[in-house]
């Protein structure tokens, strides 16, 4: 399969129209790839909150609000472009008030066949904490597809290592994310790479890329697309499959092979998935004293 991912900038909305165009225009330059699954990034729907006007785009509770109710829009949005294009379909996440306490950061996620299920972010951090107040939503999710089996670590989740292992039978994990500075970059690159190392699998980095004036919550964004293996057996030895420029926007394509990720879990020259229960006889620490 060969998958996209996205560096994707927020831009000020007009018109519904003029999302329905931006979106369709970035579906159909990575399906004229030959991209196969398309990834977009954590958050990356906080641009529909212009459609309600500066005022409610600036004012975070306000913008949270009106990016949940255009959510079922959106979908039926996505859900026709995956099929005309024939793609899978990782949604840019959104605030979406789900009947929980709080609202969770969602991510959609579209099969070309019409089905739609979602991921909800698991753990927050200290900014959708406060002042954003999103919670945790439903728990993690396999999806088994003609692609494979596929899991969603949003961002942070992909910072916390069993989350990954919840996805131990996952061939991809895809790591949607929004962080405005590099250091937040590079720790959910981290992250992402990790999960790769530990799970044997190819994990998935997208980001929101520019800035956003108009908002008070996603005004400055760095990152870019990242495509990653284990540093084994099938993979490059840095075990970067793929990875875009800092900052520009666009895709980042690799072709990835199942049968690859087969090999590694079976003949690698480490064999850290397997080998993940063997920590639990190791853990037992001693405190030794070596100071006067």
Known sequence: MKIATAAYPLD?????????????????????????????????????????????????????SAVSDRMEEAAALHQRLSAEYNVYILGASAPVRAGFDLPVNR????????ARDHQDK?????????????????????????????????????EFPLLGRALSEADIILAPSCTEALAGYWRVRIGAMSRALEGQCVTVQSSIVGTAPWSTSVEVNMGTGGIFG???????????IAEGRLGQPGWTLAEVDLKSIADVRARGVVRNRSHWPEQEQRIKTSRILLKP
């Open 12 to 64: 000020w909305l007009d018109s519904w129209a003029q999302y329905e165009d931006k979106l369709a225009t970035w579906v159909a330059d990575a399906a004229g790839q030959g991209a196969d699954l398309l990834v977009f990034p954590e958050y990356g729907a906080m641009e529909l909150s212009t459609l309600d006007g500066p005022g409610v785009a600036a004012h975070l509770q306000a913008s949270i």
């Open 107 to 114: 991510a959609e996620f579209y099969s070309p066949c019409g």
């Open 122 to 158: 698991q753990i927050m951090t200290m900014f959708e904490r406060d002042p954003w107040r999103i919670g945790a939503g439903g728990p993690l999710k396999l999806f088994d597809t003609a692609l494979g089996k596929i899991g969603v670590l949003i961002c942070y989740d992909s």
């Open 230 to 240: 284990p540093p084994d057996t099938g993979f490059p030895a840095t075990g970067v």
